[in-house]
């Protein structure tokens, strides 16, 4: 009741004070009329209250994200589906949506009169500069009586979840050398000149399974096409993401961190269009990753297409700094790992160098974005403070890598690694 009475209007306390003053009049002006008068205008406001207050208003809302995964700097529509599942109808509405100020400014809605069976639908336009997983919602609600005498604030509980990826730049075909996995022979194979499927599928026999089934090979082949489980290698490829605090310069989204997010995921995606399976590395160790039946793989993404790639960038939305160090050394030489690695890393230090030396060691080609850091820092810095290029002692462990700056092509860069002459086998890692 208190919070009803809260809830009185400005016209519904100047019914209550209207009331309450004809009351006092018509008692000491013994007019029984104006007394009458004056008790139903303070009945109405408490009437209304009291029903506001115990009336149980049935409103549902349905959210939906269009699309659920989007990209930094691109627009996502929510839509909204309001109804009324009670009986009793309710005068205005001013419907409030709670959301990050990263996606925009909260809006508000205005719905006029509603009764039973009501529903209607809006929608509005969210969009983040900034990658990352935020929570839309509750929604909050003012309910206001037919007659504007009572408003009450309520809440929807439900919020849903939505992510921003990283930006991804399109990144060209270029012929980089590496082993593919192997159990028994490593087998060398030229990568991202053409598609793994070429080589990971065979035609049906009578009695492979049908989930073994490769249902885009089959369109594009024109016969039915299954995977080939039983060959000695599969081309995999492993993407490390160095998010140590101490390698990065900058702050927030101008920072190199957030630059080596963008590559990292620019190049995930190539390989996996590529035909690759992807596992995500940071100087933690390997993200956990999923097969086709969701189970946890290692740190492998065995799902195929934009599936794999939205895991990857999911992964990668919420991914930040960390205190270590060092680098997480534990996954360097697990069983099957082989294949390509490329690693995006920041600055680096000896004893750095001799942890990529034994990714090198064990992996069939090793590709290496070094970010020139001292680009992203807010301090100017002269040429002597600077710190050295990490590309020198990565060629000398074997590595073909790049330089990236600040203002540097993603694009070009990656095609200069497929044009560089570093080492392409282990032996050259001394």
Same mark, same amino acid.
């Given at each position: 009741?208190?919070? $009803?009475?809260?809830?009185?209007?400005?016209?519904?306390?100047?019914?209550? %004070?209207?009331?309450?003053?004809?009351?006092?009049?018509?008692?000491?002006?013994?007019?029984?009329?104006?007394?009458?008068? =004056?008790?139903?205008?303070?009945?109405?406001?408490?009437?209304?209250?009291?029903?506001?207050?115990?009336?149980?208003?049935?409103?549902?809302?349905?959210?939906?994200?269009?699309?659920?995964?989007?990209?930094?700097?691109?627009?996502?529509?929510?839509?909204?589906?309001?109804?009324?599942?009670?009986?009793?109808?309710?005068?205005?509405?001013?419907?409030?949506?709670?959301?990050?100020?990263?996606?925009? =400014?909260?809006?508000?809605?205005?719905?006029?009169?509603?009764?039973?069976?009501?529903?209607?639908?809006?929608?509005?336009?969210?969009?983040?500069?900034?990658?990352?997983?935020?929570?839309?919602?509750?929604?909050?609600?003012? @309910?206001?009586?037919?007659? =504007?005498?009572?408003? /009450?604030?309520?809440?929807?509980?439900?919020?849903?979840?939505?992510?921003?990826?990283?930006?991804?730049?399109?990144?060209?075909?270029?012929?980089?050398?590496?082993?593919?996995? %192997?159990?028994?022979?490593?087998?060398?194979?030229?990568?991202?000149?053409?598609?793994?499927?070429?080589?990971?599928?065979?035609?049906?026999?009578?009695?492979?399974?049908?989930?073994?089934?490769?249902?885009?090979?089959?369109?594009?082949?024109?016969?039915?096409?299954?995977?080939?489980?039983?060959?000695?290698?599969?081309?995999?490829?492993?993407?490390?993401?160095?998010?140590?605090?101490?390698?990065?310069?900058?702050?927030?989204?101008?920072?190199?961190?957030?630059?080596?997010?963008?590559?990292?995921?620019? @190049?995930?995606?190539?390989?996996?269009?590529?035909?690759?399976?992807?596992?995500?590395?940071?100087?933690?160790?390997?993200?956990?990753?999923?097969?086709?039946?969701?189970?946890?793989?290692?740190?492998?993404?065995?799902?195929?297409?934009?599936?794999?790639?939205?895991?990857?960038?999911?992964?990668?939305?919420?991914?930040?700094?960390?205190?270590?160090?060092?680098?997480?050394?534990?996954?360097?030489?697990?069983?099957?790992?082989?294949?390509?690695?490329? $690693?995006?890393?920041?600055?680096?230090?000896?004893?750095?160098?001799?942890?990529?030396?034994?990714?090198?060691?064990?992996?069939?080609?090793?590709?290496?974005?070094?970010?020139?850091?001292?680009?992203?820092?807010?301090?100017?810095?002269?040429?002597?403070?600077?710190?050295?290029?990490?590309?020198?002692? /990565?060629?000398?462990?074997?590595?073909?890598?790049?330089?990236? =700056?600040?203002?540097?092509?993603?694009?070009?860069?990656?095609?200069?690694?497929?044009?560089?002459?570093?080492?392409?086998?282990?032996?050259?890692?001394?």
């Amino acid at each position: 009741m208190r919070e $009803a009475l809260s809830g009185l209007t400005v016209r519904g306390r100047a019914f209550l %004070a209207a009331g309450i003053t004809a009351i006092v009049c018509g008692i000491l002006l013994d007019q029984s009329t104006l007394s009458r008068i =004056g008790m139903l205008l303070v009945a109405l406001p408490l009437v209304t209250a009291v029903v506001a207050a115990w009336g149980r208003y049935r409103l549902a809302l349905v959210r939906h994200i269009e699309p659920h995964l989007t990209e930094a700097g691109q627009p996502a529509r929510v839509e909204l589906t309001i109804a009324n599942e009670g009986r009793i109808p309710t005068g205005t509405l001013l419907l409030e949506e709670t959301v990050p100020y990263a996606l925009g =400014g909260r809006p508000r809605f205005v719905v006029d009169r509603i009764g039973f069976g009501w529903r209607h639908k809006l929608g509005y336009q969210i969009r983040s500069e900034i990658r990352g997983r935020f929570d839309i919602g509750p929604m909050r609600v003012t @309910v206001a009586d037919p007659f =504007g005498l009572v408003e /009450l604030n309520r809440a929807f509980h439900s919020t849903l979840p939505f992510t921003v990826t990283p930006r991804v730049i399109p990144l060209p075909s270029t012929p980089l050398t590496g082993n593919a996995t %192997a159990s028994g022979d490593s087998r060398p194979r030229a990568f991202l000149g053409g598609s793994a499927e070429d080589v990971t599928v065979r035609e049906y026999r009578r009695g492979d399974e049908l989930r073994r089934v490769h249902w885009r090979s089959s369109a594009r082949l024109g016969d039915l096409m299954v995977r080939r489980e039983e060959q000695p290698w599969q081309a995999r490829a492993t993407v490390f993401l160095d998010n140590r605090r101490s390698v990065h310069r900058g702050q927030g989204a101008g920072s190199s961190f957030e630059q080596a997010v963008v590559v990292a995921a620019s @190049v995930a995606v190539h390989l996996v269009e590529a035909g690759y399976s992807v596992r995500l590395v940071t100087s933690g160790g390997a993200t956990p990753g999923t097969n086709a039946a969701g189970e946890i793989n290692a740190g492998w993404h065995d799902r195929e297409g934009q599936a794999d790639a939205a895991a990857l960038l999911e992964a990668l939305a919420v991914v930040e700094t960390v205190q270590h160090h060092h680098i997480d050394a534990s996954w360097i030489g697990e069983a099957g790992q082989g294949g390509i690695t490329v $690693a995006v890393l920041g600055s680096l230090d000896e004893e750095d160098a001799r942890v990529l030396r034994r990714v090198r060691h064990h992996t069939g080609a090793a590709l290496a974005f070094s970010l020139a850091v001292d680009g992203w820092s807010a301090v100017h810095l002269a040429p002597e403070q600077r710190r050295p290029s990490g590309v020198p002692l /990565l060629i000398q462990h074997g590595w073909k890598a790049v330089e990236l =700056g600040i203002g540097d092509s993603v694009a070009t860069r990656w095609r200069e690694l497929g044009t560089r002459g570093a080492a392409a086998g282990a032996g050259a890692a001394r």
